[in-house]
């Protein structure tokens, strides 16, 4: 029972202390470590795993779309980096220089990429000549690096995992149809996938991509009432075709600039994950990302016919669904402590008086309900409480950021739910960005989005009074 | 029929300039762009869905044999480079370094993974503890760049991708057994997805990799009769881990060290592909990696009934089979080149006439046969040509190999083959160095390998006289 409870107790509690709730469950869960490499994370198998399902589900929503995958240079010459305005005075303070190559100092600077708009630019207006090119559907998955002064895995990390789609169109609609679609298949995905419930809207201007016309972006509220920007979709008109020359020749003969948008989500959804569905028991993942689905726990395995059946039950299984069975020689009590912190969504319970009866125990990890079933209905019942699941992680989540949505008609009232009860602050903003700076300043709270699904909360301003039209969903975020 | 010819005739002949036709392959058949980063390659959505096909082939072959996933942080702080003596020496000559990250200074520069031996080795420092912690058994999918002057799309650049497979084992025979059993693994896999039949062997001292102990190899002879090094596996002993301190508790209670393996292929493979299936119309792919594995092609599409019958095909194909309908505007002859520049397998013609006879036309790119098959049996038939490709292709190989390796018992022999039938040349050697060097010297021809399969050529060491037991693969390579 020691071993046991060491791995129990090694987690903060969540109400106690959230931030290091967090970092234990990401340790204790095996899904990073630490390197000498300031900022940057180690992916274990476990946490690398959750991205392979990701990234395969996402890939096959982006190819429904049309999209193809295409490989860019990891470095970006100081000159190309240096040709859009906006987008070089947004990455240039926080991107790393290659100065040398071997021992040889290079004539110009190479940046690793924070993002790789610069390079898609320069391959475009060299591929693309005419209408019949168009439109250019990429996507990229890679790493990019960003300078960031303080870190934290999956939220903020020098490097980090993600995919940029980059795309070219004949007409601003196309690129705006293109923006919104992107957007749509981000937050259909995160909702269906991550069971993980977001909130669509526009960036203000000064939370825009840099170089972009408008930034969309998808808001997940986290368990501790704070905002994570889970993904973000850009529209750039055509700024970076002016910038970049990339022209083509209409179906009218007349040679007219594309028009483009970007679109990426990134590791930062594992943080997502981590943070709207686990519990101070540790991770709880969504069915259709856990790497195990299923955990067979045997109980008193030295018993004849217990690890026979077991083998049994998991071949059965693993027909339709990831299936582990733990026979190793740990107690069933620190086999379930370790199944409950990796975030197992099921785990079937097998003894030998269960074996008896031609029963198993399933059990669910989101809310431990413990269901007794026939052996011979096994697998057609872990597949509906695996469906279950996934549909209770999201109704929980959904449930979640309801009551943690508010209404603020003035400053007052803003910051007495802020500090009391933070979440998402809906409230009227008259598009000042002085007034956006002083909620800011007030209330360490920033404009998240303006939704597409407006409330008329008010006539006024929250901050300045004067007649405002526009509803912005404000909270702290990550 | 002008816009055809183009085409055509922008690829150079093979015989004419090997290393011509080679480039203009590589650019016709739209797998790479070069950009401004000098050494650096655009992947296109061609070539990176072969290399998708490939790295999921052969991803499911390192998972069925234990293998997991993860991911490191691409930087390697110089201080953990240096750790291991031969490993840096091998290296730091050819990294790019990173010196800056935004403003500010770094205290120590980065270098950019040339391969993560390093990073690995620091991750199971910390990692392993007791033999219950063993074997790890990781591999990795990323980009790796090393500082090269001359460079060739996929052959040799700055940047490439790979996998990189890291292990830590408990003894040296598992270490072993490991190595060798991922050096069969490539080889089956180059032999039964790629087509391409591998000379198994290892490395001479001189040719090993930097800090291992044995490095093992497979060597692919080209269509110039020029050698290709396809993927090495490397037994390390336990000199990482000694270096690294990376020790674990037996189950006899003793502190012991680690015994490690690395293994990885690269987008070189695609550079494989290319030059032994490759013809003078362009690429020639196995159907196992071919994006487009069909192209159907309507004759004579404006006439009634054809585009409804080619689409009706095309349902039926696509079942199991990766199958694209060119119906644009382009001439049928444009087409079909393009269908063989791309080296597409297989292509289906369907013309007024031959829906009339219920018939269509398959045609095989790799010996241009054509086969009559009604269309009620075309998914069977098209299903059967598919494997005579994937297997003719292979044999094909094969054949070329067999009469490119060449016997030499002296040097002058040595000397006209390499210059007037260029190929393998198995011949004897004592195990000096210095006949290496001279023979590298005097023929430009390098040691491949020597085989696990052994001729007795003769009793001398074909440089000094001296008596020789090894047979060894030598030639001029890429």
């Given at each position: 029972m020691g071993k046991d409870k060491k791995l129990v107790e090694a987690i903060t509690s969540m109400a106690v202390d959230f931030p290091q709730w967090y970092t234990d469950v990401v340790k204790k869960a095996e899904l990073i470590d630490y390197s000498s490499v300031r900022g940057c994370m180690i992916i274990k198998p476990y946490g690398y795993g959750i991205w392979e399902l990701l990234q395969k589900q996402l890939d096959q929503r982006f190819k429904d779309t049309g999209h193809e995958n295409v490989y860019m240079p990891m470095f970006i010459p100081e000159s190309l980096l240096q040709k859009e305005k906006d987008h070089v005075e947004g990455f240039a303070p926080e991107v790393a220089w290659v100065t040398h190559g071997g021992d040889e100092k290079l004539n110009e600077r190479l940046c690793v990429r924070p993002t790789s708009e610069t390079l898609f630019c320069e391959h475009y207006a060299n591929d693309i000549e005419s209408y019949r090119d168009l439109p250019k559907l990429y996507n990229q998955w890679c790493s990019v690096v960003r300078w960031e002064k303080t870190t934290r895995p999956f939220l903020r990390s020098l490097e980090f995992l993600w995919q940029e789609g980059h795309t070219a169109h004949a007409s601003e609609e196309e690129a705006q149809e293109e923006t919104l679609r992107m957007l749509n298949v981000y937050a259909d995905f995160c909702e269906e996938v991550l069971a993980i419930p977001m909130i669509k809207g526009q960036k203000t201007e000064s939370e825009k991509f840099a170089g972009a016309k408008a930034t969309y972006t998808i808001e997940s509220l986290m368990h501790d009432g704070k905002a994570l920007q889970s993904g973000t979709s850009h529209n750039f008109g055509d700024g970076f075709a002016k910038a970049f020359g990339i022209q083509f020749t209409d179906k009218d003969n007349k040679l007219k600039y594309v028009h483009q948008t970007s679109w990426g989500v990134s590791t930062r959804l594992l943080g997502a994950i981590i943070m709207v569905h686990g519990d101070d028991n540790g991770l709880v993942l969504p069915?259709?990302?856990?790497?195990?689905q299923v955990a067979i726990i045997p109980i008193a395995q030295h018993k004849e016919g217990v690890l026979d059946k077991a083998n049994e039950i998991k071949a059965l299984l693993s027909q339709n669904i990831r299936v582990k069975l733990d026979d190793s020689d740990k107690s069933s009590g620190w086999k379930f402590s370790e199944q409950e912190m990796k975030g197992i969504p099921v785990r079937v319970e097998l003894g030998p008086k269960d074996i008896e009866k031609n029963q198993g125990v399933i059990v669910r990890r989101d809310n431990r309900e413990k269901i007794f079933v026939s052996l011979d209905d096994i697998e057609t019942k872990v597949q509906e409480v695996l469906e279950a699941v996934q549909k209770g992680l999201l109704e929980k989540a959904k449930a979640h950021k309801d009551e943690n949505t508010f209404v603020a008609t003035n400053m007052e009232e803003f910051e007495k739910i802020i500090t009391t009860t933070p979440g998402f602050i809906k409230a009227m903003w008259c598009g000042d960005e002085a007034c956006e700076e002083t909620i800011k300043e007030k209330t360490k709270a920033t404009a998240r989005c303006i939704p597409f699904?407006?409330?008329?909360?008010?006539?006024?301003?929250?901050?300045?009074?004067?007649p405002a039209d526009q509803m912005v969903y404000f909270a702290r975020a990550y």
């Open positions: 069915p259709a990302i856990a790497p195990t699904e407006q409330e008329k909360i008010s006539d006024t301003c929250i901050c300045c009074g004067k």
